[in-house]
């Protein structure tokens, strides 16, 4: 099962809105509606932000968003503030019942 | 409070074994599946394992199969995975991870280190 394809790097400044593109297959991210998008500090456990496509977990600032059309995905987060410098990782269930992250993006906020 | 707490972590050498434990509490652990991730230092995450609920259910990532054994004690609250075998790409912090009752993880433990060098 290969990764699933997220750019190395973004950046944006402060208020600004950055997306982050998250690219499979007809196996994966096209075939079902279970994308799910994690953030990650430094030194820390990954956490939750989307799963489903598009649904925020209680709790997760409504500033980040999901999407998805054909065999990729989106993670959209508006108005930066210097706390959402992370790392972003997608992922996706697969057509094998198993699971495929993304190689993960660095944000950085200027 | 959901916790996940990782254990058995540790240097190793090539072909060497471990076993990681991750005690669950704060949810009724026998209605959830359950997965480990891992993280290369510097990389990014790779799913290793899954186990149904009941352990009827068990997944691979192909990089692991045949070397590791994901296994779980519902009475215990406790997840396992056996690691034989090891190679020094195997070095990476281990996640214990709980798959919501969709099709996503919701919570992670902090993570145990595995080192694998001579």
């Known amino acids: 099962q290969s990764a699933l394809t997220q750019p190395a790097s973004v950046s944006g400044s402060p208020g600004q809105s950055i997306t982050i593109s998250c690219t499979g297959t007809?196996?994966?991210?096209?075939?079902?509606?279970?994308v799910s998008w994690y953030q990650q500090h430094p030194g820390q456990a990954p956490k939750l932000m989307i799963y489903?496509?598009?649904n925020r977990p209680s709790g997760v600032s409504n500033r980040f968003s999901g999407s998805k059309s054909g065999n990729t995905a989106s993670l959209t987060i508006s108005g930066l503030q210097a706390e959402d410098e992370a790392d972003y990782y997608c992922?996706?269930?697969?057509?094998?019942?198993?699971?495929?992250f993304g190689g993960g993006t660095k944000l950085t906020v200027l | 409070e959901v916790q996940l707490v990782e254990s058995g972590g540790g240097l190793v050498q090539p072909g060497g074994s471990l076993r990681l434990s991750c005690a669950a509490s704060?949810?009724?652990?026998?209605?959830?599946?359950m997965n480990w991730v891992r993280q290369a230092p510097g990389k990014g995450l790779e799913w290793v394992s899954y186990?149904?609920?009941?352990?009827?259910?068990?997944y691979y990532a192909d990089s692991v199969k045949g070397r590791f054994t994901i296994s779980r004690d519902n009475a215990k609250n406790s997840l396992y995975l056996q690691m034989n075998s090891l190679r020094a790409e195997d070095t990476a912090v281990y996640y214990c991870a709980r798959e919501s009752s969709g099709y996503y993880v919701d919570y992670w433990g902090q993570g145990t280190l595995v080192t694998v060098s001579s």
């Open positions: 489903d496509v598009s």
């Open positions: 186990i149904s609920s009941s352990s009827t259910i068990v």
């Open positions: 704060g949810f009724t652990f026998s209605s959830y599946s």
């Open positions: 007809s196996s994966d991210v096209g075939g079902y509606n279970y």
């Open positions: 992922s996706s269930y697969t057509r094998s019942s198993t699971w495929v």
